[in-house]
């Protein structure tokens, strides 16, 4: 009797056994097994003449499978000397990043490091080494030097990344924050950085410092925010978004005759005789429509610029959705749902209460001029007060990172226009007080 009893209870636990076996193969054939948990890798690194005015430039890659390569437009490209060489590629995958190095970077290992973090079509050699070149000059002097040498030559160990794509997923670009920020630490022995962001750079930013990936289920595999940064300086941000392209008709056509990086409002457009769909076009922009706002319903009506000839009835079109002779649109609140709503929702959420928070804006709207035989036309954005390129509102929109309790230390506003601000030595020097904790306000 206990021979039988015995081999009916191990009969039972194998039975058990595989039924447990098969659930966990049911399960992982729907998708639920266990995550594989990615890894920071450094690829390669450049220095020297090939790195200058930076000490060094790793490519640091993250093996999360959630990365994809997004295509880029033909000017969009990485095409200067030294990130086209560090990324080995103009068009590299979007799980690679670039972390420059600043000379003496390791001088002042008791100060708090700074991560500068570049804006949509740029890098952080144009953006904050000589931002007044595309590239770098050919003999290596650099006439007016930028942000990351006045932090320098103040004694601060600095850091900048530059994206893979210039006008890449806000989503994808706030996790490669996140990985700057891990590698800093990790080389610095620093619990905490402090980060200046200009305008697109934003976006990445407030995503991590938020933890806005948990919102979000494509986007839960984000890194959750770590508490590791101790200020964000915010440079010309678009705090409570941009809507250009669904404002302005001529700013669309612009972009199609000059075949510009930037997206385009309607569906489709008149263009040469036939109707033209931008949907392929506006697939190589997703952190654009990321960052779009109805700021007409937030009271800032349209001006003499989004005139129409057709009695405005294209501008309305474009706007708020519709079919006219000139164009076809799904509006910009259709546009915004498309894109995930995202600033609605880091305004909803807001910024962790660990972290502090610093706005620098501008207010000089004209940016350039245009001649017409004998009469000068200006260019910027005079639909209400701006830098030019970004509404004044949405540069100091203080509410939407306050929700959550972080505090906003500091609002300084400059007679300078959406570059300037990461220019002109009054800017640097406020910056610098700020990272001193001297603030000017």
């Not at 093996?63 to 990485?78: A, C, G, T, V």
């Not at 290596?140 to 850091?159: N, S, T, Y």
Request: one cysteine or more; aromatic letters at 10%; glycine letters at 6%.
């Amino acid at each position: 009797m206990k021979k039988k009893s015995s081999a009916r209870v191990v009969a039972t636990r194998l039975s058990q056994i595989t039924r447990v076996l098969c659930y966990c193969l049911f399960l992982a054939f729907l998708g639920y097994s266990t995550p594989v948990k990615a890894e920071l890798h450094v690829l390669s690194e450049v220095s020297g003449r090939d790195s200058s005015p930076w000490e060094r430039v790793e490519l640091l890659e993250d093996d999360d499978p959630h990365f994809i390569k997004e295509p880029f437009h033909l000017k969009s490209r990485q095409t200067h000397s030294i990130t086209q060489k560090a990324f080995g590629t103009s068009q590299p995958h979007s799980n690679n990043f670039l972390l420059h190095f600043a000379p003496n970077w390791q001088r002042t290992r008791d100060a708090v490091p700074v991560l500068l973090v570049h804006g949509a079509g740029d890098n952080a050699c144009r953006g904050f080494c000589h931002p007044l070149s595309f590239d770098m000059p050919e003999d290596g002097k650099i006439d007016k030097p930028g942000l990351m040498q006045h932090l320098v030559k103040a004694k601060f160990p600095v850091f900048a990344i530059t994206f893979s794509h210039p006008h890449g997923d806000n989503f994808l670009q706030a996790q490669q924050v996140a990985n700057a920020i891990s590698r800093i630490k990790e080389l610095t022995g620093a619990e905490k950085v402090d980060v200046v962001c200009h305008s697109k750079g934003a976006m990445s930013v407030r995503i991590y410092a938020s933890d806005l990936g948990a919102e979000y289920p494509e986007h839960s595999w984000i890194t959750p925010f770590r508490k590791d940064i101790r200020k964000i300086i915010f440079i010309a941000s678009p705090l409570k978004g941009i809507d250009t392209a669904f404002r302005y008709y001529m700013y669309n056509c612009t972009v199609l005759q000059q075949n510009l990086a930037a997206p385009i409002g309607p569906r489709s457009l008149m263009w040469q005789g036939s109707y033209l769909d931008t949907g392929s076009h506006n697939m190589l922009f997703p952190g654009q429509f990321q960052m779009l706002n109805n700021w007409v319903k937030d009271g800032i009506p349209m001006n003499y610029q989004s005139a129409t000839a057709d009695m405005n009835l294209s501008r309305n079109a474009l706007y708020n959705g519709g079919v006219t002779a000139l164009l076809v649109s799904d509006g910009i609140d259709q546009a915004i749902q498309e894109g995930g709503n995202v600033i609605s929702s880091l305004n909803r959420k807001g910024i962790d209460p660990s972290v502090t928070c610093h706005i620098m804006a501008g207010t000089k709207q004209e940016i350039d001029t245009v001649k017409f035989f004998w009469l000068e036309m200006p260019v910027g954005e005079f639909a209400d007060a701006s830098d030019g390129v970004l509404f004044l509102k949405s540069a100091v929109y203080k509410n939407g990172l306050k929700a959550r309790g972080a505090v906003v230390r500091s609002v300084k506003t400059f007679n300078m226009t959406h570059i300037g601000l990461t220019i002109w030595p009054d800017a640097l020097n406020h910056i610098v007080e700020v990272l001193r904790e001297r603030d000017t306000d």
